[in-house]
C-alpha cells in the first residue's frame, strides 16, 4: 500500500476505535477493546508492521502518525475508565443530601427575652450595670419614695393591682430607684429590666407588660446629658444613625423637668408621624432626699422604656396580644440567636 | 381637653397655620391628641398632665400659648368689670364650720330664670362644637364659662333650698341622689353642702336632683367656690363619677377665679339681657387659702442641670411671661395663684426648658469613670439556660403572672397541694384573682391551645418566671407532650418519659459545672383532659446561688496510664434506687475505681416481678502505675460481693 492509502486506513481504524470506545459501559467491555484495539493482534498493530515497507521520509512521517494514534486511542480508553469508576461510586453512595433534617428543630426565644436582652447589652456596653427589683412591691416604693404621694393625681395614671396583703403589684420599674439609691454608692449607673402590671387590658394594653429602667446619679449630671444617652441608646436600637429624634416636656412625679420621647415613624402607607417611645427626666429632689442623697450636690437621670413597644417597631409586630399567646406560629418565627 | 380654634381666637391672636400652632402646643407640653377639621374651624383636644391644671380652660391655654412664642399674642378687649345688681340680695344663712374645706364661697342670686328658653348662639355653639350637649339655658352658660375660665360653678333652685346652707364633710354610708338619677352612697370625708333637709350636692362634683335647675325653676343660688385639691383627690373616682367639674377640682382650681367667674356670668348674662342678678357676695378664710411658693432663683444651677448656655436675663424673662412675680434684689420669685404647680426650684429649671425649647438643649455626653465589669449573675445564668433550651428545641413563653380560680392551679412547683395564694383584691376579670405558684399550668394551656391550632406529634415549651407561693422564687419549668421527635422520615415515634427530663437537668448543671444532685428539681406527671405532661421544675434561686459560690473552670492534670474495665449485669429490687448503688461502691472505698457507668436497664418480659435488671460498667485505673488485670479482677470481686450482700443481687448469665 502506498503511504496515503496507509494513512486513510489509520485513519478509518482510529475513527472507529473511537467511537466503540465511548459506547462502551463496563469494565469488561474496556479490557476488551484494549487488546482489540491496542493488542498485537489489533489492526493498528498490524499498519505498524506496514512501516517496514515505507522508505525514508514517509517511514518517519507515518510513524509519527501512528504514535499520535496510538497515544490518542490510550489517553481515551483512560478517560473512560475513570468516568466509569465515578459512576461506580455513585451506584454505590445514593446519600442525598437534599433530604430534609431527621433531627428536631431548633426551639425559639420568646422576643421580648431578645429585645430585652438586645437593649441590655446596648446598656451594658454604655457601662450601666444590671440590676433587678420585686415585682410584688409596697406603696412605698412604687409610690411614696418616688414623689407619688397619697392624694396625689399622679396615682390616676397608674391602676394599680392591689393584693389582699396591702401590697402591690408594681406599676413601673422606677420602684426598683430607691433601693439601688438606697444599697449603691454614687456615681450609681444602672438598669433594671423586668415585668410591671396594670390594671388595663384592651387593643393596646396588656395587664403585664415589660419595662426597662434607667438611673444615673453623679455630680453635675445634665438634662443634655440625658438626651445623649437616649440618643446613643436609640439609634444603636434602630440601628439607624439618622433616627430622627425629638424631647417632648411631659410630666412625671419623679422626675423634674419631665420629658416623652419621640422618634420619627413611618405607618405602612409611608404617612411620617412621631411615635412616643419612652419617658424620661432629671431625677426630682424629692425622690433623692427620700433615698438619702443631697440634692445640693448631687443630679441625676432616669428613664423608662415599654419593651412590647420597642418589640413591636423592632420585629414589625402590630398586635400586642400576640405577645402573651405563646401560639407556636408567632413563636416559632423568633429562632435566630441575635436579632 | 377639647377646644376650638375660633374659641382660643376670641382670647388670643394667632398668626401661626392650624399645624405650627399644634405643634407649639405640644413642643410645650400641651401634647396635642387630635386635630378634627371642622366647617370653618378645627376642634382640637390636648392630653394634658395632671399638674398643668391651669391649662384646663380656654384662657389657660391661650395664656400658655403668650408665654410659647411672640407669635401669640392675648386679646385686650377681654377686660370684664362687676356689674351692679339689677335685683336684691336674698338672705342667705351659711355656715362653714371648717374653713380647711372649703376657704372660698362666693355666690349670687338669679331671678326670672324661667323667662329664658334658648341660649345664646354663640355658647351654644362652642358647646356643641366640643361635644358638650345643652341642657338648659342656664346650665349652659355654667357649662360655657367652666371651659373658658377653668370655674366650676354650680346652680341650685332657690325655692327648693330651705334654710342653712352649710358645708361639711359625708358621714359614712350618708346616701345622696344626684341629678344624673342615681342613688350614691358616701364614704367618710366627701365634702357636701347642705340644707337643712340634707344634702343639695357633692361639692365640685354634682348637684342633687331635687333642688337642681329645670324648666319651672324661677330663682336660682349660684355657687362658685374653691375646694383644696388635696380634698378632693380621688373622691369622684371612688364614687365613678367623674365630671367636667371634679376633673376640674381634684387636680385644682385657680383659687382666685371664684369672683371672677361670677363676673363673668353678670356679663354674659346683661349681653344677652336673661334674667336679673344680685350682688356677687364671698365669704373666704384667707388663712386656708393656698399661699403662693417663694423660691430663690440659682441661675446657675438651671444652666448647669438643663446643660444650656442662657442668659440671667433670658430666664428673667421667662419667668415673667409665666405670670410670676420677681425680686431681683432678693432673687426670689412668686408663682402666681393659677400655676400653683411651681413649688420649688427644679420646677422653674423645668419651665425654663421648657419655654427655652427641649429641642434646642445640646447634646453632650457624660464623662463616666470606667470602672470594673460586673456581671449580674441572675440574667446572665438566665440567658444561658434559654440558650441551651432553645438550641434544645424548646420554645420559650411568657404568660401572666395571674391566674384563675382553677383547681389545677393549686399546686407549687414541687406539684405539691397549695392554696394560700397572694390574691388581688381589685382584679378586671377571674383571670386575675390570684398570682400563679406555678408555671406548669400556664404551659400545659399554651400546649392545649397549640393542639388546638397547629396540631404536631412534639411540644416542648419552658418559661423562666417568678411565681408566688410560701415567699416569691425564680422557678424554670419545662413541659414536654408527645412523642420524643417532631414527624420525620426516621419513623421514631417514642414518647417522652422522665427520664428525658433528666438529661435536660445533667446538662443544665454541667454548663455551670455542678452535678444534677447540686440543684434543687423535681420532675413529675400531670394529667390533664386525657393527656399526660411531663414537668421538670428548677429553682433557680437556688441554682444561682450555687454557681455563685462554684469556683471557675481549671485545669487538671489527667492520668495518663491505661485504664481497664469491667461489666456486671444483674438483677435487683426495683426499690433500690441507681443513687444507693453508686454510694454503696464509692464507700467500699477501692482507690483505683474512677467511674461508675449504667449502660442498660431492662424491666418487664424475662424478669420477675419487684426486679430490674442493671447492667453497670466500673472503670479502674491506677494513678502512678498501669494497673493489672488481677487487680481489677479484685476490685470487681469486692464490689460484686458489696452488692449481694447488701442488696442481694443476682448476676446475670
Known sequence: ?339 | MKFTKSWLEEHTNINTSIEELCDDLTMAGLEVDEITPLKNDFLIDVDLTPNRSDCLSVTGIARELCCISNNYSQKKSNAIKEKSASCELKNLKLNINNKKICPRFSYMFLENVEKNSETPKVIAKNLKDIGIGLVNPLVDILNYINIDLGQPMHAYDLDKLKGEISIRFSKSGEKFKAFDGKEYELGEKNIVICDENGIISLAGIIGAEHCAISSSTKNALIESAFFPPNLMANKARELKLQTESSQRFERGVDFDLPKNALILLQNIISKYSLYKFSDIEVYEDKNHLPIPHEVEIDFEKIRKVLGIDISNKEIETILSSLGCNYDKKSRKARNPSYRFDLEIHSDYVEEVGRLFGYDNIPIISEKIDLKVNKNYLPISVTNQIKDYLYKSSFSECINYSFTNEETSEDFDWKNVPYIHHKKISNFMSSNQIKLRSNISTSLIKNIEHNINMNPRDSYRFFEISKIYGNSCENILTCVVYGNKFDESWMSNKDKFDRYDMISIVEDISNIFGLKKDDILYEIYHISRNEREYIVLSISMDEFIEKIKNNSQERFRNFVKFPNIRRDLSFLIDTSVSYKEICKLVEEINVHSLKKILLFDLYEGKGIPDGKKSLGVGFIFQDERKTLTHEVADRNIEKILNNLIEKFNIELRK
Open chain 1, 1 to 339: 500500500m502506498s503511504v496515503e492509502e496507509l494513512k486513510t486506513e489509520l485513519e478509518k481504524v482510529l475513527d472507529k476505535a473511537l467511537r466503540s470506545i465511548k459506547e462502551i459501559k463496563n469494565y469488561e467491555d474496556l479490557e476488551k477493546a484494549r487488546v482489540q484495539f491496542l493488542g498485537k493482534k489489533s489492526q493498528l498493530n498490524s499498519l505498524m508492521k506496514s512501516l517496514s515497507t515505507l522508505d525514508g521520509k514517509n517511514k518517519a512521517d507515518f510513524g509519527k502518525i501512528v504514535n499520535q494514534a496510538k497515544n490518542s486511542l490510550n489517553s481515551s480508553l483512560e478517560e473512560k475508565k475513570k468516568s466509569l469508576k465515578s459512576k461506580a461510586n455513585k451506584k454505590i453512595d445514593n446519600f442525598d443530601v437534599t433530604m430534609p433534617s431527621r433531627q428536631i428543630s431548633i426551639g425559639s426565644l420568646h422576643p421580648i427575652t431578645k429585645i430585652m436582652n438586645y437593649s441590655i447589652d446596648i446598656f451594658q456596653a454604655l457601662k450601666f450595670e444590671c440590676v433587678e427589683g420585686p415585682e410584688v412591691e409596697d406603696d412605698f416604693h412604687n409610690f411614696t419614695a418616688l414623689n407619688i404621694p397619697e392624694s396625689h393625681p399622679a396615682r390616676a395614671m397608674h391602676d394599680t393591682f392591689y393584693l389582699e396583703d396591702g401590697n402591690l403589684l408594681r406599676t413601673h420599674t422606677s420602684s426598683v430607684q430607691i433601693r439601688a439609691m438606697r444599697e449603691k454608692e454614687i456615681p450609681i449607673r444602672i438598669i433594671a429590666p423586668g415585668k410591671v402590671y396594670r390594671k388595663d387590658s384592651d387593643i393596646t394594653h396588656t395587664p403585664m407588660f415589660h419595662q426597662i429602667e434607667g438611673l444615673y446619679i453623679d455630680k453635675d449630671v445634665s438634662f443634655s446629658n440625658l438626651k445623649s444617652i437616649i440618643n446613643i441608646f436609640l439609634k444603636s436600637f434602630f440601628e439607624e444613625e439618622d433616627l430622627k429624634i425629638r424631647f417632648r416636656p411631659s410630666y412625671f412625679p419623679f422626675t423634674e423637668p419631665s420629658a416623652e420621647v419621640d422618634i420619627e415613624y413611618f405607618n405602612n402607607k409611608g404617612e411620617k408621624s412621631w411615635l412616643e417611645i419612652l419617658g424620661c427626666g432629671m431625677v426630682h429632689p424629692n425622690v433623692l432626699e427620700m433615698a438619702n442623697i443631697n440634692s445640693s450636690i448631687y443630679s441625676g437621670y432616669a428613664f423608662g422604656l415599654g419593651v412590647e413597644r420597642l418589640a413591636m417597631l423592632k420585629l414589625g409586630i402590630s398586635d400586642l396580644r400576640l405577645f402573651y399567646e405563646n401560639d407556636l406560629r408567632f413563636l416559632e418565627q423568633f429562632k435566630r440567636v441575635k436579632l
